[in-house]
């Protein structure tokens, strides 16, 4: 499933909104959950899963074409846990 | 690092501000969301939100593993498990 398909969804199953609110809605959703990643917070909903940020220290990375040893400098890196519900909904 | 963490309430409340529906319905809407994408899931297909990213289910082959406490061997099923990859999108606005 990609966005558009489930703004449909979402659409179909609440004929009394207008497609573009619920385009907006879903935008909303996930453009506050990457802004709350973006300033370092996590995001908790429960039953589906965590997101949080980690960091990863600079190293020295190689180049595995040429060798060639390149500087690679600390960043964050997004994770997801996912939540005890569906992990076990997964496996019933 | 912030210590603050975003939960269902802010999302509704954002919903709320954005759309202009009730706090109620506002919240019916996240979880049905949530709950869309976690059927699609369970039912073993991808989800990809363009910009955000994409939830992929991966299974894994059942292996002998070991409590490393006592050594003693435990049998882990076959079983699915969730991984998500982060849209280039995000992994820039993560680090900017």
Do not use: C, W
Request: no cysteine; aromatic share 6%.
């Amino acid at each position: 499933m990609i966005k558009s398909e489930l703004i449909t969804l979402i659409a179909e199953a609440n004929p009394h909104l207008f497609y573009r609110d619920v385009e907006r809605l879903v935008s909303t959703i996930f453009d506050e959950i990457t802004g709350a990643l973006a300033r370092g917070e996590r995001v908790e909903l429960r039953g589906f899963g965590a997101f949080s940020v980690k960091e990863r220290p600079a190293r020295t990375g190689r180049n595995p074409r040429t060798g060639e040893k390149v500087h690679v400098e600390e960043k964050r890196v997004p994770y997801f846990k996912t939540g005890k519900d569906l992990r076990e909904r997964l496996n019933s | 690092m912030s210590n603050k963490t975003l939960t269902r309430a802010d999302l509704t409340e954002a919903v709320y501000e954005a759309v202009g529906l009730s706090r109620n319905e506002s919240s019916e809407l996240v979880e049905s969301v949530l709950g869309t994408i976690a059927d699609r899931l369970v039912d073993g297909e991808n989800v990809k939100i363009s910009s955000f990213g994409s939830f992929l289910v991966r299974h894994k082959n059942g292996r002998t593993g070991r409590n490393p406490k006592t050594g003693e061997e435990v049998p882990i099923d076959p079983r699915r498990v969730l991984v998500f990859r982060p849209s280039q999108v995000m992994k820039d606005r993560i680090n900017n």
